[in-house]
């Protein structure tokens, strides 16, 4: 058994970026596949479809990285609780460990910061609780 990854093929949703491959592009298990993050106002949201208990966001970062970001969490889409803030990315792998005990069904991610003057690729999103899957 492995442990099972919570945002895989889940549904992400941005008010900056509309387009209907977005949720595709970086919850598919494949970073060759990405979204350009907007350098203004940019913001997603993770919706797991029901509440999990998260202990570990990875992501997958293409050359160009977003160094700093917030990550905020929420049980019902409304009443929000930071989760984790990072002021020190330095792109490629990330592996953000959470706080113990942090349950959610919707996880956003924003205030992005960039060190290019390019915008970020961010290829893959992982998100890993408590849950396993057979592996085949």
Known sequence: KV????AFEKFIYSE?????SFHRTIADGW?????TIPR????????????KEIKE????????YADSYMVEASVDGKNWFFVIGVMDGTGDEE?????????????????????QRTPAILGDIR????EYEDKD
């Open 3 to 6: 442990v099972k990854n919570l």
């Open 127 to 130: 998100v890993y609780g408590t």
């Open 57 to 64: 966001i990875q992501m997958t970062w293409g050359t160009d």
């Open 95 to 115: 592996v953000l460990r959470l706080p113990p005990n942090t349950k959610a069904r919707y996880i956003r991610f924003m205030n992005f910061g960039f060190p």
């Open 31 to 35: 970073a060759f596949n990405y979204w």
């Open 16 to 20: 900056d970026d509309t387009s209907a």
């Open 40 to 51: 203004t106002n940019a913001k997603f949201t993770l919706d797991l479809d029901e509440v």
